[in-house]
């Protein structure tokens, strides 16, 4: 396996706007300003090999990874999904995440030593009796601020016939600004991304173990969700080999015009990291404000 090294894109504000008077008295703007914190934001993307099968080799080349994406000091890690175990689902009776103590208390440590967020992918855990694909997310101080079990188990991959499907939300916020997050599946399902970010959230995040004869349609549906909703999508799929799978990356960092701002390599195993502007949604949400002009009552 190859290792990419660490790339950094910056994103410059260059997003056109009409005439702010186009609006009457500025309201739309002024409502938005409210909602975004104007910053820069730099997000880390771990694509990562996972070993089937083996939480010891997994946690240990989680944490390899970790200790380097910090290097380059950004705001956020964001991991792929089932990143403990893989898709070894007839094997979670022996090696999934009892209540998801050790994920819990390693990703942790790991966000308050390097006083970092760590959006956390998600692990293979077991709850009452029960399988699931699970998403943990901690701030910079190491608190655990969303727990999130995956809601649209993938029938291809006989998630269903092994795991549980969660039944909540995962919104969040992450140094004040306002995200919220999914697993793989769920990208396909828009409305449960419009339900997610009608509360005025700015970044989508998304994790993934998404096989490499369909990653065309991973694309289209993550620049689709990133132009429906006026956000940015920071979304991280594996790569390697499964029994019955491979995975070539591509994660990705999408801008709220469905422009592609950092793409990881094919195949390769590394860290991709991408910086941007937080005042493009204030231009984009300004010109079509869409959440505005939505008719629920019809839908």
């Known amino acids: ?18 005439d702010e008077s186009f609006f009457g008295k ?9 909602q975004v914190d104007m910053k820069k934001f730099k997000a880390s993307l771990l694509q990562l090999d996972i070993t089937f099968g083996n939480p010891e080799a997994n946690y240990i080349n989680v944490e390899k990874y970790i200790r380097k994406a910090v290097l380059s000091k950004p705001d956020v890690l964001v991991l792929p999904e089932m990143w403990n175990t893989g898709y070894a689902l007839d094997e979670l009776g ?107 959230q700015q970044i989508l995040f998304v994790s993934a173990q998404w096989p490499t004869k369909r990653i065309a349609q991973w694309k289209m549906l993550l620049c689709a969700r990133a132009v429906e909703n ?23 960092v999408i801008d709220p015009l469905g422009k592609i701002l950092i793409e990881g390599t094919t195949d390769v195993e590394g860290i991709f990291t991408c910086e941007f502007d937080l005042d493009d949604l204030i231009q984009v949400r300004g010109n079509i404000p869409v959440f505005k002009d939505r008719r629920p009552e019809l839908y």
């Not at 396996?1 to 009409?18: F, Y």
């Open 230 to 252: 006026q956000a940015f999508v920071v979304a991280v799929n594996r790569v390697g080999e499964a029994p019955k799978d491979s995975f070539n990356g591509h994660s990705l």
């Open 94 to 200: 022996e090696i999934a995440d009892q209540d998801g103590k050790r994920t819990r208390a390693f990703l942790a440590k790991l966000a308050k030593r390097f006083a970092v967020n760590i959006v956390g992918g998600s692990v293979a855990t077991k709850e009452d009796g029960k399988f699931y694909n699970t998403s943990y997310v901690f701030d910079r101080k190491g608190n655990l601020v969303s727990q999130y079990q995956k809601v649209h188990l993938f029938g291809l991959m006989n998630e269903d016939d092994f795991i549980s499907a969660g039944s909540t939300q995962n919104q969040f916020v992450l140094d004040d600004i306002k995200a919220a997050g999914v697993i793989c599946y769920d990208i396909r399902f828009p409305e449960w991304e419009r339900k997610l970010m009608s509360n005025g």
């Open 26 to 34: 500025e309201k739309i703007i002024q409502v938005i300003r409210k």
């Open 1 to 18: 396996m190859k290792i990419a090294q660490i790339k950094v894109v910056t994103r410059d504000s260059s997003l056109h706007t009409r």
